[in-house]
DNA sequence: GGGGATCGTTCCACTCACCGGTACGCTCCT
DNA sequence: AGGAGCGTACCGGTGAGTGGAACGATCCCC
């Protein structure tokens, strides 16, 4: 059931303590032990054991309804070097973008065929996009997406492109041919665009983070509603941060 | 040597791969073998062995000169519910508290005898301060600290004035006596400053976050540099912020 | 250019930590 | 009262994990 992004060997301690660990989701943030055992496919003594084990090592907490991921692993999670680099450089050049735009701004980077959002900003009333910071979206229906997959390898893009591409609204794109357009244009503008191919109601402008050899190591966006928000008024502001950090970033030798 | 935080029992595969994970800090995000050898004391067959099967789940990526936390942590890591979910309420405050003083701003919460940041903005050009996000701090250097310290149980107040208080400036304040003072004058004024005692040049004001039982969940802190910065200056937009964000909080019935 | 130090990797036989079925006690339901 | 669902505890068998020893590859200094 339920396999997990990483399906762990489960002939070892370690696997099942990641199974168990990756059982957790943003939405399901507290979970039984029977919960956990549904999910897992383990044995209940087994989770029951490692859960313990894992509360012990600090990485779970008990709660009254069970089990949830501890601070402890949100401080690990805060020391992994690569999005903790890329955050610390990045917050100012965010932090700018979102007081210029005062829409939502985010930060992503590609792993594997999907977007994961390593920050974001998101001021008081907005549209509530559904986007949160460490959590994934497809590579094809998002702004970011689009740009990290256009400044790729064509092999990545060759690959994503003739892989299944989800539906996730009315507007998402799911036809290759005109996926591949679009990336096109990217290119040829420097920024991409969405356009509530993701989500109802949000456009999206996002601009490319490049290294020193026009690799993308991540890219900006600015979210807004659609009514009120034209992502056009904001390629120049998306552009902008996105280069200022390319080239800080390119200054550093690449993120260590 | 070196022992980490959370001391595993190394009898375990688990806490064996848990030492290896903490081996890793915010300085030294890129660790040789022979480095994990060093700082977990573990024979180097077990770490060698440890670490590949860490690298094979995700939670490690190989480099050039050894091993680093992953990206997968880092997303593991941004599921942990309290963080996160406090994160999540807590950012348009901060972003308006920013806004407002244009000065670094901090969110921590705490954990054990520290503080652990949750957040945090620093804007271009600031003083460097020397938090990070997901970093740890004594409780008695600094304002988020005495904040949280103050409106803390008799307990914790008094175990922590009883034990050392490490001095990091030539300005931290040292005296257990000298400390309660400023516990209590704390919570007269509904805010804590911190001057030069964590690190020197910088100066700080933190308020509580309560919920609906006065108990403290966070703190916010506005930090600047001696001179320009007058933290007596920015009372009343901490304040504000930490008590927005505070009701927030109790409406939801505390941070599940 | 050879010898020594350092580092990552492979091999292997022992053994103990892990395994998971079974059973128990508790709290809600019906 | 009975039954379902859950968390906890017990326990003997066994294979996953163990770590010492030995190997090859770099690098650097004499």
């Keep these: 059931m339920a396999t997990t992004p990483t399906d762990p060997d489960l002939g070892s301690v370690l696997g099942k303590a990641v199974a168990v660990l990756h059982a957790f989701t943003v939405d399901d943030h507290e979970l039984s032990l029977a919960a956990l055992v ?15 084990d894992l509360v012990r090592y600090r990485l779970l907490d008990r709660t009254a309804l069970g089990y949830r991921l501890s601070g402890g692993l949100f401080e690990l999670g805060m020391r992994a070097s690569v999005e ?66 256009a ?25 290759p041919g005109r996926v591949a357009q679009q990336l096109d244009a990217a290119i040829e ?11 109802l109601g949000l456009q999206c402008v996002a601009a490319p983070v490049l290294d020193a050899d026009d690799r993308p190591i991540a890219a900006i966006s600015v979210t807004g509603p659609v009514g009120r928000f034209r992502p056009e008024q904001h390629v120049d502001a998306v552009r902008a941060a996105a280069q200022g950090l390319g080239t800080l970033v390119a200054r550093r030798r690449s993120l260590h």
Tied chains: 1, 2.
Excluded: N
């Design 38 to 52: 549904e999910r897992t496919g383990l044995p209940k003594t087994s989770v029951y054991r490692i859960a313990g």
């Design 84 to 149: 903790r680099s890329l955050l610390e450089l990045a917050m100012p050049y965010l932090q700018d973008l979102y007081e210029r735009t005062h829409e939502t701004v985010h930060l992503g980077v590609r792993e594997g065929r999907e977007v994961v959002y390593v920050a974001k900003i998101a001021g008081r009333g907005q549209a509530a996009s559904p986007s949160r910071t460490g959590g994934r979206m497809p590579l094809h229906c998002t702004a970011i997406g689009k740009v990290l997959l």
């Design 151 to 175: 400044w790729a390898d064509d092999d990545l893009r060759r690959d994503v492109l003739t892989g299944p591409l989800e539906r996730r609204t009315p507007h998402t794109i799911v036809a």
């Design 189 to 199: 503008a420097g920024v991409a665009f969405e356009r509530e191919e993701s989500a």
